[in-house]
């Protein structure tokens, strides 16, 4: 869905080095870590990383936010279980999945 927004192809595979990546705000970087620390087993959403989440968005944001990371993370590892694979609307799909490990070409 990110391209459909206009997210750039270069900006989605950024993602998988965002630390370092020009293409994220400060702001998207930590939500980005949120994402990061809540999709690990078991969580690792320390104070500090809570305290910087704070810092940019509200309550009301953040509890937005954590309930799509909720989501995307049931979806995924439930999509799993199944073997559901990802129906391919996105033209470089293949390109992200190698890059992370899920497609061996």
Not at 64 to 88: D, K, M
């Amino acid at each position: 869905m990110a391209s459909e927004h206009g997210i750039s192809h270069e900006k989605l595979m950024a993602v998988f080095d965002y630390h370092q990546s020009k293409y994220f705000t400060e702001s998207e970087k930590i939500a980005l870590r949120l994402a990061q620390g809540l999709t690990e087993t078991p969580p690792t959403i320390d104070e500090l990383l809570f305290d910087q989440v704070m810092a940019y968005y509200t309550t009301e944001q953040i509890t937005g936010l954590a309930i799509a990371i909720a989501l995307e993370n049931f979806r995924s590892r439930f999509n799993r279980c199944f073997g559901v694979q990802p129906i391919g609307k996105y033209s470089k799909l293949n390109e992200l999945l190698k890059a992370i490990g899920m497609l061996k070409l």
